[in-house]
């Protein structure tokens, strides 16, 4: 995935000269009516996906290159999520932030 030719050694970059990556939009309405019914974000890189409840339990994961969360059968509210990007050369750069679940 992501042109690479073989699995790399993962570098976990923490503090770097590189801005985060930045994840948009921050809310969706799963009401089945065809438009914005999942969160998802689109990378060449593989990511994995965590979202958190409020209490910090991991209620959703997801990796590959899209990655997406369709709400399940949780109530409307904001949801923490953490997105990693693992690049062709290893680097792994993380973003967190909300995600506003809308019903």
């Known amino acids: 995935p992501g042109g690479c030719l073989s699995p790399p050694a ?15 939009p921050t809310a969706f309405t799963p009401n089945n ?3 914005n019914d999942e969160w998802f974000v689109e990378s060449t890189d593989v990511m994995t996906l965590l979202v958190f409840d409020r209490w910090g339990r991991l209620i959703h994961k997801d990796s590959g290159q899209t990655v997406r969360w369709n709400g399940g059968d949780y109530t409307p509210g ?14 792994v750069r993380s973003t967190h932030g909300l995600i506003n679940l809308i019903r």
């Open 78 to 91: 904001t949801y923490p999520y953490i997105l990693e990007k693992i690049s062709c050369m290893g680097k």
């Open 10 to 24: 993962l570098v976990r970059v923490i503090n770097d000269d590189e801005p985060r990556f930045p994840v948009r």
């Open 33 to 35: 009516d065809g438009r």
